[in-house]
């Protein structure tokens, strides 16, 4: 053997021997939860769990069916990856609120957790995603909750059942329930993440009796039926509602409020997809029902079931049946602005909307003409819209707790910026998600894009603290910003727009006139009580009694 060649075998000798004596790579960190081990991820002091499986995989025979626990696993679970989306069909068009969809599986029910490196006995933010209950992921980049748990508590994102998979009733469902009933298993896989939450969120160093739970549009809706849900009681203490909408549902077998039955949807559905019994749509590929059941016209939603529902929203708060816990709730000035197949058909022209307005409305309609006036129709209707839909549920909502005597914190979300406004969409639908989870550099391709400057870093850290604050305590409270007033304080409320500012009396009389419109509606029986939109409304009924 040669020199040079000797020479090149002992330097390879020494590279081996120096990475043999190298330390290994550092492992992440390591929790010994009650449900398995995992490993996760750290930075910046903020450690994340991703993809743990909270219920078993619900696919073959479980799908339509109540989740079930996950299994057990041996050693330390892999957890630095988001779990697959739960099933849903792709964008049909350019949104300002699509992503490229990540992987996608039947088998979805995971959640994900950041948490403070030193945490113990921290708040805990349970975080219930938006999308209709049709799209959406807890591992959408948007809801990183890296910035909160930075505030010292410990957030948890969950997947659930979406589309015909988590929501469809169907009598051959109904009667292979112990129960009788079907439907909502959407619901029931928020309920099994929360018990979850319950069982193993302090090996995570979070306290599971101070657990605070909270949505966004369809997250928020989630969170009312939550809160109503006899089998809900005692896994949380405090709830948030953005953007939420208290709407009229089917009944499982009844018609009620003109809706057709839940179990006669998924009859339709079912015969539509070409499936003829329950053993067929079971056998069918779960990607071709997502992607199908939208073009039927099958839209997905909770079913009046007597009892994981016990009845409409509406019915239940009144009653007082809620979870006596304290609210945060709001909505944004611009939500329909990024919703417009929400809008009817405008009228030919001011003299047109005003007849149907009045035509409508009654003896209220000079109310609302006050208020949407005809001068400006397009405005007026925006305004109406967001008005019976998100206005009317975020205030009935904290008045309805303050009545219980509960903690309870309005917000009017009214900020923009330049591509808000040269997009037209001012504090559109959902735009407040960036500044409460502090993730302006992760919003989806065509958001409008968030400057880089003091104004909205200031705002999002108020909006942070706020939102921590209340998951901490009960009581939104920011560092140098104005004290949020009760809304048992002259209907306290706060407006955010640059700048976080306290007010009173939000839209003076606005909740009060669509909370009487509703009423009759309600109290007639014979339609969405919900559908209160201006021009297309069903004519006001006759009074009823406990009804102006």
Same mark, same amino acid.
């Given at each position: ?56 995989? /619900?696919?073959? !025979?479980?799908?339509?069916?109540? /989740? ?149 549009? %369809? ?52 015969? !539509? ?33 007597? !009892? ?65 006036? %005809? ?58 998600? /960036? ?92 339609? /969405? ?20």
């Amino acid at each position: 053997m040669n020199g040079p060649m000797i020479r090149r075998l002992s330097h390879v000798a020494l590279a081996v021997a120096a990475l043999s004596a190298a330390p290994a790579a550092a492992a992440g960190p390591v929790v010994d939860a009650p449900a398995g081990q995992v490993e996760g991820s750290e930075a910046k002091g903020i450690r994340a769990f991703k993809g743990i499986p909270y219920a078993a995989p /619900p696919v073959g !025979k479980l799908r339509w069916a109540p /989740p079930q626990p996950a299994e057990s696993w041996d050693g330390a679970r892999d957890a630095t990856r988001f779990g697959p989306a739960c099933l849903q069909p792709g964008p049909r068009g350019p949104s300002i609120y699509a992503w490229d969809l990540p992987a996608m599986s039947e088998d979805c029910l995971s959640l994900n957790i950041w948490t403070p490196q030193d945490a113990k006995n921290a708040p805990v933010f349970v975080w219930i995603h938006g999308g209709a209950l049709t799209g959406g992921s807890g591992g959408d980049p948007i809801y990183d909750g890296s910035a909160l748990a930075e505030r010292g508590i410990v957030v948890v994102s969950i997947n659930y059942r979406l589309g015909a998979l988590g929501w469809l009733a169907h009598p051959q469902l109904s009667a292979e329930s112990a129960d009788g009933v079907s439907g909502n298993y959407g619901l029931l896989d928020q309920i099994a993440a929360l018990e979850w939450v319950q069982r193993n969120i302090g090996a995570f160093g979070g306290s599971a009796a101070n657990v605070t739970i909270a949505g966004e549009s %369809a997250g928020a809706l989630s969170v009312m039926y939550l809160m109503t849900a006899p089998a809900a009681r005692g896994l949380f203490h405090k709830a948030i509602a953005q953007s939420a909408y208290m709407v009229s549902a089917p009944g499982l077998r009844d018609k009620l409020n003109g809706m057709v039955p839940a179990e006669a949807q998924g009859s339709d559905l079912a015969a !539509k997809l070409g499936a003829a019994d329950l053993a067929a749509l079971r056998a069918m590929p779960a990607k071709d029902i997502a992607e199908k059941a939208p073009a039927t016209g099958y839209f997905p939603f909770p079913a009046v079931d007597g !009892k994981i529902v016990p009845r409409q929203l509406v019915d239940s708060f009144d009653r007082n049946e809620q979870a006596p816990v304290p609210i945060l709730a709001g909505f944004n000035a611009g939500e329909i602005r990024s919703l417009r197949f929400l809008l009817p058909k405008p009228p030919a022209d001011a003299a047109a909307y005003e007849a149907a307005i009045r035509a409508n409305y009654g003896e209220f309609a000079d109310a609302f003409l006050a208020r949407y006036p %005809a001068k400006v129709i397009e405005e007026s209707m925006l305004a109406a819209t967001r008005d019976a839909m998100y206005g009317w549920t975020s205030e009935r909502l904290v008045s309805n707790q303050a009545a219980l005597g509960q903690g309870a914190y309005l917000y009017y979300f009214d900020h923009g910026y330049p591509a808000t406004a040269q997009w037209n969409l001012h504090a559109f639908h959902a735009a407040e998600l /960036p500044y409460i989870f502090g993730t302006a550099g992760k919003t989806p391709p065509l958001w409008p894009k968030i400057p880089d400057d003091l104004t909205e870093r200031k705002l999002a850290g108020a909006m942070g603290d706020y939102w921590a604050s209340f998951a901490r305590s009960g009581r939104p409270q920011a560092k140098g910003q104005p004290d949020w007033p009760d809304y048992s304080d002259n209907a306290g409320f706060l407006h955010i727009a640059e700048a976080p500012k306290a007010g009173h009396n939000l839209l003076p009389g606005t909740a009060a006139l669509h909370e009487a419109v509703m009423c009759r509606r309600r109290a007639a029986g014979d339609t /969405p009580w919900n559908w209160n939109i201006g021009v297309i409304s069903p004519p006001l009924p006759p009074k009823a009694a406990g009804c102006q």
